[in-house]
């Protein structure tokens, strides 16, 4: 049997459908759309959906754009609204033109579809409270994605990237992350994650809130970048560890993170910030040089597996 869709791989269509339709199962038993009533209410899961558009409609819909809104077949929709009209749920109204007719509900029918969210909203909170933040975190970003994947529609504005201390477990990711991009993107080996272990590792065990800080920029729960600032001795501070997602790549965010640094540095009375880098990663450099610091000596280095590399030392004099 072929795959009646051109251009795609048959196992693969079939998979991808069997996930679709799995997830359809499952979205309608969760969402209770398989009972006759909604959450023990005396309303189905279609006269609650109805309610609940009316209630937030910025203007009052005719019955035509309420069935286009919600996708439903218009004759069955109407079964729908005179059921809830008897039950003087929903009013009606002339529209503009005097053709139409506009909906909105009732007194009783806000009443009802208030009581109605109000159990939905228990509803949630009994699922989002058997998962960590991390995880509610992560529930909220895959639904906005399938919402927008499935939708055509434009993915929801993200909220604000927010600059936070380091929390436990945070370490490991950041390890783990420059193991993986730089492997990705530099060939690099497990040799240079080993070093990354070794500077987080010491940051852990010696860290102090007058010597060290660390800076992990963070969206929605997910991890975005890094940055730490660690002492260099005779009144030098270290910017270590710098890293950004490449989905955080274009925003700026590094030269923030590098910002954030010197300001913590100046204000801690330091004379001095140094780094340490590789002549390949042109992006960090160019945010380095134009943030003041200067390339203060270079050495052949062995690499991470991928060739011979340039080793450079930067620094910043912050008396200047």
Same mark, same amino acid.
């Given at each position: ?55 937030? @409609?910025?203007? #009052?819909?005719? $019955?035509?754009?309420? +069935?286009?809104?919600?996708? !439903?077949?218009? /004759?069955? *929709?109407? =079964? %729908? ?13 002339p529209g503009a033109d005097r053709r ?7 007194? @009783?029918?806000? #009443?009802?579809? $208030?009581?109605?969210? +109000?159990?939905?909203?228990? !509803?949630?909170? /009994?699922? *989002?409270? =058997? %998962? ?189």
């Amino acid at each position: 049997m072929t795959d009646a869709i051109a251009g795609t791989c048959a196992p693969d269509r079939r998979r991808d459908r069997d996930a679709v339709r799995r997830f359809n199962r499952f979205a309608t038993a969760y969402a209770g759309a398989l009972n006759e009533r909604l959450n023990g209410s005396e309303f189905s899961l279609a006269e609650a959906r109805v309610l609940w558009e009316l209630r937030h @409609a910025q203007a #009052a819909p005719t $019955a035509a754009a309420l +069935a286009r809104a919600l996708g !439903l077949d218009p /004759a069955y *929709l109407s =079964r %729908l609204l005179a059921r809830l009209t008897r039950r003087g749920l929903v009013e009606t109204a002339p529209g503009a033109d005097r053709r139409t007719r506009s909906l909105a509900l009732s007194p @009783a029918g806000l #009443a009802v579809s $208030a009581d109605l969210e +109000a159990g939905s909203d228990r !509803l949630a909170d /009994a699922t *989002l409270d =058997r %998962l960590s933040p991390e995880d509610r975190g992560r529930l909220r970003r895959a639904l906005a994605e399938a919402e927008a994947l499935l939708s055509a529609a434009p993915a929801p504005s993200p909220e604000p990237v927010v600059l936070r201390g380091l929390r436990p477990g945070d370490m490991g990711w950041i390890v783990h992350r420059h193991g993986a991009l730089y492997a990705a993107e530099y060939g690099w080996t497990e040799g240079f994650e080993a070093a990354v272990a070794r500077i987080g590792a010491e940051y852990l065990e010696t860290a102090a809130p007058d010597t060290h800080r660390a800076w992990i920029a963070e969206r929605e729960g997910a991890i975005l970048g890094s940055v730490f600032l660690v002492p260099g001795g005779a009144g030098a501070g270290k910017l270590r560890m710098l890293y950004l997602e490449p989905a955080a790549r274009g925003m700026r965010l590094g030269r923030t993170l590098v910002r954030e640094v010197i300001r913590e540095a100046r204000a801690r009375g330091l004379v001095r910030l140094d780094l340490w880098t590789h002549a390949c990663l042109s992006a960090a450099r160019g945010i380095y040089a134009s943030e003041g610091f200067r390339l203060v000596a270079s050495q052949p280095g062995p690499g991470f597996g991928a060739g011979p590399t340039e080793e450079e030392t930067w620094s910043l004099d912050l008396t200047a």
